[in-house]
Nanobody, 124 residues
Framework: QVQLHESGPGLVKASQTLSLTCTVS??????????YSWLRQPPGKELEWMGA???????SYNPSLKSRIYIERDTTKNKFTLLLGSVTPEDTAVYYC????????????????RGQGTQVTVSS
């Protein structure tokens, strides 16, 4: 059974770059047909898709974040990393990584596995 685990700082200062890592166990992130996404849920708001990394290594991003987001992967360590630049307090949210058979950019999402999430607070 595949498991995903998010890790990173819980507190980031405004204007800095947020870096979160998703470590995957139970399957390779290069297994054919799977996509690994980052999502977030700000307080009182719905879950938002941020971007994804395909099994082939190709990334896709939410256009609203495209100028600030970058996703990279390390296949030797079976993990992928979210980089979000120029953060503001509006980026405060619970951040999740998840795996799916296809990329859905809006709800309802269809994941076969998702991490427990990690709280990130951006201080002004």
């Amino acid at each position: 059974q595949v498991q995903l685990h998010e890790s990173g700082p819980g507190l980031v200062k405004a204007s800095q770059t947020l870096s979160l890592t998703c470590t995957v166990s139970g399957d390779s992130i290069t297994t054919n047909g799977y996509y690994y996404s980052w999502l977030r849920q700000p307080p009182g708001k719905e879950l938002e898709w941020m971007g994804a990394m395909a099994y082939s290594g190709g990334p896709s991003y939410n256009p609203s974040l495209k100028s600030r987001i970058y996703i990279e992967r390390d296949t030797t360590k079976n993990k992928f990393t979210l980089l979000l630049g120029s953060v503001t307090p509006e980026d405060t949210a619970v951040y999740y990584c998840a795996r799916s058979r296809k990329v859905k950019t809006t709800p309802p999402y269809e994941f076969d596995s998702r991490g427990q999430g990690t709280q990130v607070t951006v201080s002004s």
